[in-house]
């Protein structure tokens, strides 16, 4: 495939620009793509019609017939065909992703809109700790934003819980992608006890389901991009293939000499905290929503995220995106160069043998904006596994000691404690993360040594080690899956 | 009131004379019997091709087809192999009601979707894509829907189950039935247009029950038409002495015995060449094509400079023409030649868009519904659909029998504004 060029096949069929109509009633009759265009060419007056919102001079007419490359308002950029000044919401747009993710797509052309309610800024602070990378109020982030990058981005405080506000403003904005990055993204802060349990559900699940309702209401034919986890596949002792949320074509179920195809099936699911069942449930609420209402979906299983860095987060100290270091929402590798930093040994739980799937801050939004650039079919839930690769926690915790030695000059050391979670320590794992290399052309930039150098540079900043230091008594973990409260005990202590 | 009198125009989509005069004479629409006997009813010819989007773009024009630019339900534009729909906003020609200066009511003509400003109420008909843009002016959206009107009668259910698409074919009825009373009622006219669609529906779906009396749906057939004309019927015990009243169908209807299909004949022939490595559709056809055809049996040679793989030459195009008149005449599908008649450009088209028109039109035989079916792997196959459109067996009728000026041979539905206008310089001279 050509280097970016993913999508120059795609037609306004998938155009989220378009507003198909027709003589067949195509989204209740369940037929797949190749059936409605036999219809249409056999039958005769079966014929869905497209209607450009952005070349209404186009008239209607047949939705296959033009391609994204051959579309003056897809235009080429580094990441495939992009639609001209096209609006991309993010929901969540105040978080770790979601700022990152507005400036990159702004510094795009990409009309970026986006809400918050603050949540995460709020739960942070209610676990007594901060984000060690200082972050701005909302609005001297987009006061920069605009200054320094020349981005206007739309913001509204709005919770993704309030139905109504959010349909109103879909209709207002009439994005052509939304990417759902509104929800509460930590295991451990589920895990508290059951008032943080039901505020994650709720917050979570609830929030998707308020999500699915606006749009099907104000912007059905846009692109919802929802954040999933690999968590949710779990680490099955089997080994066998953790697929891209469908098992494949030709995956057959043995049993008692019979055969049967599972193609085409979602995989199972094994969550492992009320975290991840809260994303659990969401798949099969996007998956049901794009099934009875032709939404178009990709729900994105990202690998655990780390990282600081993308051109646009470091053009200026207002511009850099939130970075936790704690026990409830600091991710691994971030919290292993925070502990690296300030001299606490290099954290693992029990064997330190669990092996997950990683991706890089700037990858993932790589990946993000490749998925926008080629939007689903109508009624399409895809599913891709988001991760550059994937790596035991033992040997990363050594890459980060390694880094920090060498070229920091640090003294880390690494230890083994209790494991507060309910987890297989020693598991085989065998992800497959083909399509977004393979169909969406998605090309690793960043290795983890590069960016975790990047982050070591930015963390050993005076004024960022002293906030890691401020907080340095809550990156070990004390919340149990038992739902004890209690300091985990060393296990080992090695260099 | 004007004193001059005012116009009733009454469509019936699909109607043919002879199905028309034996349902007056059976006693099942006894309002059209009684029309017929105080009125003339002709039977005239369709445009060419025989379909509602040309035809009633021809009705309310008052034009060639290469007048007004529609040539067919999909065309494509040149330069592209790019299927398009054209609507009201490709209709070249102004319909009657923007060229006259009396205030009209235009209710459910085909093709003219989206609605646009005019003197007077426009609800436009089949395809009308949604209702916001099917009604002018738009503050009357809301009595429109409170009326529970919709335009089009759901077809797809009688591929589900007939007694759904029957139910379905009543609903759509009734709330026309309303919306015409409400108007007519509500607003000042004088001009009164309105389009019966459901009958030509009903007809594609159930032609063998208008002719078979034991069909289960026999009843069910003659009831929709009685519906139709029980709402003519108010029409016409509110019409004054010297209002004139015109009832026309856009083209005829018989059964259907088999769909055939000119694509196919063609690629079987060498006419038309498909690279399915290619994109779909109509974007498939290679650069060895000569040839190919768009619903119904319209077809375009593929012309060097027209078609982005075009190889046909000028020199060349009057012998490809040729050969597939040739080919269309003596083609036969189970003994039976599949054209009744082959029409060339020249023959049936004249005006500023005859360059956009296609270089042969085929007229399918009696029984033979002639289709594109650009994909389809057969010649010919049996299909759902009873009934098919003619060309022949329109028809039209005019109230009072003073007054009228003749109908003459080769009369046409384009002809039908044209006589109005003669009929009110008659009547009111």
Sequence with gaps: MKKGMHNKDCTCWSCPAINLAGKVDFRACGQSVEQIKKFQDEKGGGHIMAECRRRPELGLYDPMAITFQECPEWQDTEYGYLLKNMRVMILGIDGYLGWTLALWLGKLGCKVSGIDNYSRRNWVKERGTHTVVPIARMTERLHAAKEVLGIDIYFRELDVLDKVALTEFLKEVKPEAIVHYAECPSAPYSMIDFEHAKNVQSNNVIGTLSTLFAIHEAVPESTLIKLGTMGEYGAPLTGRPLFEGFFPADAVLKWQDKEWSLGGELTPRDPVSFYHISKVQDTFNVYEACKYWWLRSYDVMQGVIYGVHTDEVAADPRLRTRFDIDEWFGTIINRFVAQAIVGIPLTLYGAGEQIRGFIALEDAMQCITRLIAKPPEPGQYGVVNQMSGYYKLRELAETVAAIGKKSFGLDVQIQRVENPRVESERHPFNPIFSKLPDEFGFVQKDNIEQEVSRMFSLLLQPNIKSRIEEKRHLILPKTWWSGQKKEVERIELYK | ?429
């Design chain 2, 1 to 429: 009131m004007s004193c001059m009198g005012r116009t009733v125009f009454i469509g019936l989509d699909g109607v043919p004379h002879g199905l028309l005069k034996r349902l007056a004479d059976d006693g099942t629409m006894p309002h059209c019997r009684r029309l017929f006997e105080i009125g003339n009813l002709h039977c005239i010819a369709s445009t060419i091709p025989d379909i509602s989007s040309v035809a009633w773009s021809s009705i309310i024009t008052g034009k060639n087809p290469a007048e007004h630019g529609i040539f067919g339900f999909v065309d494509i534009p040149i330069n592209t192999y790019r299927i398009s729909f054209p609507n009201y906003l490709s209709l070249k020609s102004k319909p009657f009601w923007e060229k006259s200066e009396g205030r009209s009511v235009i209710l459910n003509v085909p093709s003219t979707f989206p609605v646009r400003e005019m003197n007077g109420v426009h609800i436009s008909g089949f395809v009308s894509l949604d209702l916001e843009r099917s009604v002018y002016p738009p503050g009357l959206l809301s009595q429109v829907k409170a009326l529970d009107y919709k335009v089009d009668v759901d077809a797809e259910k009688a591929h589900v189950s007939m007694d759904m698409f029957l139910s379905d074919l009543d609903k759509t009825l009734t709330a026309r039935g309303k919306v015409c009373d409400h108007l007519w009622q509500h607003e000042k006219w004088d001009t009164f247009m309105i389009v019966f669609t459901g009958t030509d529906r009903l007809m594609h779906f159930l032609w063998d029950a208008y002719e078979d009396e034991e069909h289960w749906y026999y009843k069910a057939f003659r009831g929709h038409f009685s519906k139709v004309d029980a709402i003519v019927g108010s029409i016409i015990d509110r019409l004054n002495d010297n209002d004139i009243l015109v009832m026309c169908s856009d083209h005829g209807m018989e059964h259907l015995d088999k769909n055939v299909y000119v694509n196919a004949i063609l690629k079987e022939h060498g006419f038309l060449h498909y690279d399915p490595a290619l994109k779909g559709g109509f974007a498939n056809i290679d650069g060895r094509t000569k040839a190919f055809s768009l619903d119904p049996a319209r077809i375009y040679l593929n012309k060097r400079g027209k078609f982005p793989r075009g190889c046909v030459a000028p020199n060349d195009e009057e012998k490809i023409i040729e050969d597939i008149c040739e080919l269309f005449q003596r083609y036969a599908v189970g003994g039976k030649a599949v054209c009744k008649a082959i029409y060339r450009k020249k023959e049936i088209f004249h005006g500023p868009f005859i360059d956009l028109a296609p270089d042969i039109v085929l007229i399918g035989n009696e029984g033979i519904n002639l289709h594109s079916g650009l994909t389809a792997e057969n010649t010919s196959e049996e299909t759902i659909f009873s009934g098919k459109h003619t060309q022949h067996d329109a028809f039209l009728y005019v109230r009072g029998r003073d007054k009228c000026p003749s109908v003459k041979e080769g009369f046409n539905v384009s002809n039908i504004i044209g006589y109005i206008d003669s009929l009110k310089a008659e009547r009111w001279r």
